[in-house]
């Protein structure tokens, strides 16, 4: 006679753990660190990694008639500059990653989740970083087409 | 309408050869021409709401998406006049959705908007978004959500809701100030009529309606709450209202999403109609289901369980590791302990009693290459033909129907077929809600095309409302019914003499039988009036081309056989059958119940309905599989299981997803059995009622975390392709199947799935031509398949299936139906819900589906709810001679007198299977489910509806031709683009 038994003894059931899936904070690690080690971006891993409380500072700093005209100006250059040039060279990506360099020691500092980004951010207002910028989107262009293509 | 004559078509300069018919915009997009084409999708027809498709043919303005292509046509696209007007298009649709891709879930390389955007390259937004004066976002349905402030109001969505799906729900409210979708009369979507099938969803070509399911998960950036992302956007566009960087920043995002959204072929696993889609999925989450065009059935089409019914893959109560029987409970067991086991035990009872005292269950949701190693196993390892699914609670009455008039067991042609029919009869199918997408395309016809619709059920459901003529029988009298039919038919000399002379054989003998059916007699058998009688024979005679439907209404009565018989003589007396257009359809219930049997786990049939008596067939198998000699005597069937163990003939029993204790007719007498069986193992996903009864449990897996093939009610073999990885220890059928034959001693190697189709078309001449490779992505071949893959849409085209190539009439051998009596004066009709499948065990544990529906309900009728005083929400009991069921009252006019409707989507104390009775179809044995007599007693009151009064069922759907763009033409604000006069509104 076997009675019908209705519970399976614990561990043998899928339970709770099937909804941990990964977070999304994994799965960005995962791809940024390929991004990574194909020629790292420092920056864009910072952006995302810390991109909630990142965000609400920004919105609550950067609301403001200047600092959306320095923007501006930023943009408006990178734009006006049109395509990456061919071959991102060898010091092109040396400067890049000088820059990368930059914002992951802004990130070690002890309050660096606090102001990292948001000083990164001000410095757009800088030409010299406008103009790296602009070289990090035209990079950022290329390799969206590069990955279209290879995938 | 096109045809195989072609045009010439002069565009941008170069000739082109178009078919005569086409519209110009699907022959731009051929030739490579990109023109920019918002709210038209192939499927949905020309809909005209966006303009952006402007074209210049012959110096005039139109619409490419509704202009037909014509000889001499001189079109061009390029000119900067086009230009400018497709940018004007294209402005107007910008003014109604804000461009926030890179934060956006739909970003994911095939969104509408963003890529015309793109394909015209605008720069700059002439006219500024504004904000819609409604609340924002309604999401009061569990599956999806509107965006009221995305929508570009290009009316696809309405298009499928009112002109595909035909649920018509959608309508755009073109008198607003503001125009906006509305689901009814401006009802919540929750609230509205709404069947959650998913198709506006799949259609609309923004992130205006969108899947919950992908909000805050498909984008690297999009979980940002919206009190910080709208504040976010508004930054960005007062930065920079030029979309090129924008743009930029959104493809490499998108292109990100790649990495990490994997999307996989796969079949639905609930219903016969067999929707094929893509899943996208992040790791376990499954994001969203999107059906593709070229799916071969279904297209763009599902229902609410395909599109948003997959919660279960992930359910908490998945079994991850083997169980074992010990005392009164289980314990975990490694694989090779319960193998070993298993392998033990069928070996000791083998010995001891005989290969006959095992019993081996397939799965109708496991593939046909699982199927095919059950029946292996039992075959030609253990040496019995106790072998069988599914079907036999079901369908096998239909398949017997057919084989004996026409051939095959299955259904003639396909849903294109049957799209085609200018006559649809369906008989005891509740099409709209057992086999949802089939029922599109009936209802599209209808609406759209005039085909006719008679429905013969018991129940007034959709599609007996929908029905030009609806006949109510008394229940099971079919049979009676469609001989009289036929016997008026010959009187009235409507039948077809010259295709009866050429295709058929015992016309003589079947008029014969005919005879006493007269039109009086029907009526006093089946309680339908001579007038009625004459009206469908009239339908039938005037119809140049008649499909018949039908599924359990009619297989699971006593005289199902009988009754589906008489169906396929009808289709064969009238010369319905081997033409486009006409043909018998049999509906499966079961995503594989029809591959099940087609590959042999049957106990009368080898894989491909090679008969066990057949000599060589054995021996063409024993040939490929060596092991024990395959015996001509048949084998047990399901409904033989209780019995068979209570006497003692059977001591082991094995059991592959299946829920025996649950869906046999009087579950009493087989869980009893269940409790007796010497050795019982289930494969299974889930510790259902059938395995609680197991000594041993063997952790299963779903479709979505295996690879194989599902054979559709068409006869159309689809694969699926693993989308995640087994869960724990589980592990697909065929792999667990292999590794215990192995430990029986058989040499099974296979490595895939592929390997046993392999062997498969080597064994069973009507899957000759069947491979993996032909049968690539969404590519499907229906059966009879020969050796060169060449397959069979439409069968008997080249004569019938018997030696003669001849349809052969068979007499009917009616008994009498069986009536309530005074004691039992309830008829218990019972079938399935739209929103749950069969028992339950996987639908219920979708939360979506359980908040639309979270429990099974009794319907009764106005009449029998004054005669006992019953509300809804009352309990009542149900009692029969098997047993009993407590169930709450929802009182319907769907169902009439003293019949009540009881869905068979439970688990818990309302299973009909308490109920139904040792009624058997003696052709199959099949159970006659639907004779189930009870009384009913009056328990306590529970205020308010077992059925949550916002569900559909209780609201009003709001039918419209489609989308009624020409009140938007109307308006006073709409400066057209085109050449005025020239709009007209098609149907493709
Ligand atoms: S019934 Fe509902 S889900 Fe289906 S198309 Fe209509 S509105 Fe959309
Ligand atoms: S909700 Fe409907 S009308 Fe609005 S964009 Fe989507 S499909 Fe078009
Ligand atoms: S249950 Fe049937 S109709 Fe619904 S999506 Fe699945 S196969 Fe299609
Ligand atoms: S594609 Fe929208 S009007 Fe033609």
């Known amino acids: 006679m076997a009675n019908p038994i209705q519970h399976a003894p614990p561990g043998t059931q899928a339970g709770d753990s099937v909804h941990a899936v990964a977070s999304a904070d994994e799965n960005l690690a995962a791809i940024l660190e390929s991004l990574q080690d194909a020629g790292a971006l420092r920056f864009i891993r910072a952006f995302l990694e810390q991109r909630q409380p990142l965000a609400e500072k920004l919105m609550e700093k950067m609301d403001t008639e200047p600092t959306k005209r320095g923007l501006k100006n930023a943009v408006t250059l990178m734009m006006g500059l049109g395509a990456l040039p061919d071959g991102i060279g060898v010091a092109l990506m040396s400067a890049l990653t000088q820059g990368f360099e930059r914002a992951g020691e802004a990130s070690q500092l002890p309050d660096a989740d606090k102001m990292s980004v948001w000083q990164l951010m001000g410095m757009l207002k800088n030409p010299d970083v406008a103009r790296a910028v602009h070289y990090l989107m035209g990079f950022l262009e290329g390799l969206g087409k590069a990955l279209k293509t290879t995938s | 309408m096109e045809s195989n004559?072609?045009?010439?078509?002069?565009?941008?300069?170069?000739t082109h050869q178009a078919p005569a018919g086409a519209r110009l915009v699907d022959i731009l997009l051929e030739a490579d021409i990109n023109i920019p084409h918002v709210c038209y999708l192939p499927i949905l027809g020309p809909i005209q709401t966006c303009d952006t498709c402007i074209v210049s043919v012959d110096d005039q303005w139109l619409r490419a998406c509704a202009t037909v292509v014509s000889e001499g046509m001189r079109v061009d696209t390029r000119s900067p006049e086009v230009r400018e007007r497709e940018d004007a298009a294209m402005q107007r649709i910008l003014g109604n959705h804000r461009l926030y891709c890179t934060v956006c879930d739909n970003n994911n390389g095939d969104c509408v908007v963003h890529n015309t955007t793109e394909l015209l390259q605008i720069e700059h937004q002439t006219i500024p978004y504004t904000d819609k004066p409604y609340p924002p976002i309604d999401d009061s349905n569990p599956f999806y959500r509107y965006d009221v402030n995305q929508c570009i109001l290009c009316g696809r969505c309405v298009e499928a809701c009112q002109n595909l799906e035909v649920n018509e729900t959608l309508s755009i409210d073109w008198s607003l100030e503001r125009p906006r979708v509305i689901w009814d009369d401006h009802q919540p979507i929750g609230e509205s009529s709404c069947v959650s099938c998913g198709h506006c969803v799949t259609v609309c070509p923004c992130n205006a309606l969108m899947e919950k399911s992908m909000l805050g998960e498909a984008g690297f950036l999009t979980g940002i709450k919206p009190d910080t992302l709208l504040p976010m956007i508004d930054l960005v566009e007062g930065i920079e209202p030029s979309m090129g960087p924008v743009f930029a920043?959104?493809?490499?995002?998108?292109?990100?999403?790649?990495?990490?959204?994997?999307?996989?072929?796969?079949?639905?696993?609930?219903?016969?109609?067999?929707c094929s889609f893509n899943i996208w999925t992040k790791d376990r989450h499954i994001l969203q289901i999107e059906p593709?065009?070229?799916?071969?059935?279904?297209?763009?089409?599902?229902?609410?369980?395909?599109?948003?019914?997959?919660d279960f893959v992930n359910s908490p109560e998945r079994l991850t590791r083997p169980l074992i029987r010990d005392g009164g409970q289980f314990r975990e067991a490694s694989w090779d302990e319960a193998l070993n086991l298993v392998a033990a035990r069928l070996s000791e009872i083998k010995r001891q009693h005989g290969s006959n005292a095992l019993m081996f269950v397939a799965s109708s949701k496991g593939s046909n290459e699982e199927a095919y190693l059950v029946q292996k196993l039992a075959r030609s390892v253990i040496g019995t033909n106790n072998v069988d699914n599914d079907s036999t609670y079901c369908q096998d009455p239909a398949t017997y129907?057919?084989?004996?008039?026409?051939?095959?067991?299955?259904?003639?042609?396909?849903?294109?077929?049957?799209?085609?029919?200018?006559?649809?009869?369906?008989?005891?199918?509740?099409?709209?809600?057992?086999?949802?997408?089939?029922?599109?395309?009936?209802?599209?016809?209808?609406?759209?095309?005039?085909?006719?619709l008679v429905v013969i059920d018991v129940r007034r459901h959709e599609m007996a409302e929908r029905a030009d003529l609806f006949i109510h029988p008394q229940s099971g009298s079919d049979p009676y019914l469609l001989a009289g039919v036929q016997?008026?038919?010959?009187?009235?000399?409507?039948?077809?003499?010259?295709?009866?002379?050429?295709?058929?054989?015992?016309?003589?003998?079947?008029l014969a039988f005919l005879e006493p059916y007269t039109l009086d007699r029907v009526e006093a058998l089946t309680g339908v009036d001579p007038e009625t009688i004459k009206q469908l024979a009239q339908m039938i005679h005037e119809a140049p081309k008649v499909a018949i439907l039908w599924a359990m209404g009619i297989t699971q009565q006593r005289q199902g056989s009988q009754g589906s018989l008489a169906i396929a003589n009808l289709l064969v007396l009238t010369g319905n059958i081997g033409r486009p257009g006409t043909g018998g359809y049999p509906l499966r219930g079961h995503n594989n119940v029809q591959g099940a049997s087609d590959f042999g786990s049957k106990p009368v049939y080898l894989p491909g309905y090679q008969d066990i008596e057949d000599a060589e067939a054995r021996a063409r198998c024993e040939a490929v599989w060596g092991g024990e000699p395959i015996s001509a005597e048949p084998g047990l069937s399901n409904t033989e299981i209780a019995d068979a163990v209570l006497d003692g003939r059977l001591h082991g029993l094995y059991i592959v997803g299946e829920d025996t204790a649950l869906v046999d007719n009087n579950i009493g007498r087989i869980q009893e059995a269940l409790q007796k069986v010497d050795f019982l193992v289930v494969q299974e996903v889930f510790l259902t009622k059938t395995a609680q009864y197991a000594d041993v449990v063997l952790p299963a897996v779903p479709s979505l975390e295996k690879d194989g093939t599902f054979v559709n009610t068409e006869r159309r073999i689809q694969r699926f392709y693993q989308a995640l990885e087994p869960l724990g220890e589980a592990k697909p059928d065929w792999q667990v199947l292999t590794d215990l034959a192995n430990r029986l001693g058989a040499e099974w190697h296979y490595r895939h799935p592929a390997e046993i189709m392999a062997e498969v078309s080597q064994v069973a001449p009507l899957f000759a031509g069947v491979t993996y490779e032909r049968l690539e992505g969404y590519r499907t071949l229906l059966w009879p398949v020969e050796a060169d893959g060449a397959d069979t849409p439409l069968l008997y085209q080249e004569g019938f299936h018997h030696p003669d190539k001849k349809a052969h009439l068979i007499p009917l051998s009616l008994e009498d139906v069986p009536y309530p009596g005074s004691e039992f004066d309830i008829l218990v009709?019972?079938?399935?819900?739209?929103?749950?499948?069969?028992?339950?065990?996987?639908?219920?544990?979708?939360?979506?589906?359980?908040?639309?529906?979270?429990?099974?309900?009794?319907?009764?009728?106005?009449?029998?709810?004054?005669?006992?005083?019953?509300?809804?929400?009352?309990w009542v009991r149900l009692v029969t001679p098997n047993g009993r069921a407590r169930l709450r009252v929802l009182v319907t006019d769907r169902v009439v007198g003293h019949e009540v409707y009881l869905p068979m989507n439970t688990v818990g104390e309302g299973a009909i299977n308490q109920l139904t009775p040792e009624l058997f179809d003696p052709d199959t044995r099949t159970p006659g489910y639907k004779h189930t007599f009870a009384k009913l007693e009056v328990l306590d009151g529970e205020p308010g509806s077992p059925l949550p009064r916002r569900n559909w069922r209780f609201q009003r759907r709001h039918p419209q031709p489609g989308v009624m763009v020409e009140r938007k033409w109307a308006r006073p604000d709409y400066q057209p683009l085109v050449s005025t006069g020239e709009e007209e509104h098609q149907h493709g």
């Not at chain 2, 004559?5 to 170069?14: A, D, Y």
């Not at chain 2, 490499?252 to 796969?266: H, V």
């Not at chain 2, 008026?488 to 077809?496: A, C, E, K, M, P």
């Open chain 2, 5 to 14: 004559e072609t045009v010439s078509v002069t565009i941008n300069g170069q």
């Open chain 2, 487 to 510: 016997k008026y038919l010959v009187d009235q000399g409507w039948i077809d003499r010259t295709f009866l002379s050429q295709h058929a054989t015992g016309v003589e003998e079947y």
């Open chain 2, 829 to 874: 009709n019972n079938g399935q819900l739209l929103e749950h499948f069969h028992e339950g065990n996987l639908t219920y544990r979708v939360p979506g589906i359980r908040q639309l529906v979270p429990e099974v309900f009794l319907e009764v009728s106005p009449q029998l709810a004054r005669e006992r005083q019953l509300e809804d929400g009352q």
């Open chain 2, 292 to 310: 593709p065009l070229e799916a071969p059935v279904n297209s763009v089409s599902t229902c609410v369980k395909g599109k948003f019914g997959w």
């Open chain 2, 249 to 274: 920043l959104s493809d490499l995002e998108s292109q990100m999403r790649d990495s990490r959204i994997k999307r996989t072929k796969t079949v639905c696993t609930y219903c016969g109609v067999g």
């Open chain 2, 401 to 452: 129907g057919l084989r004996m008039t026409v051939g095959y067991g299955a259904d003639s042609g396909t849903l294109k077929d049957i799209e085609s029919a200018d006559l649809v009869i369906a008989i005891g199918s509740n099409t709209a809600e057992s086999h949802p997408v089939f029922a599109t395309r009936v209802k599209r016809a209808h609406k759209l095309r005039g085909q006719k």
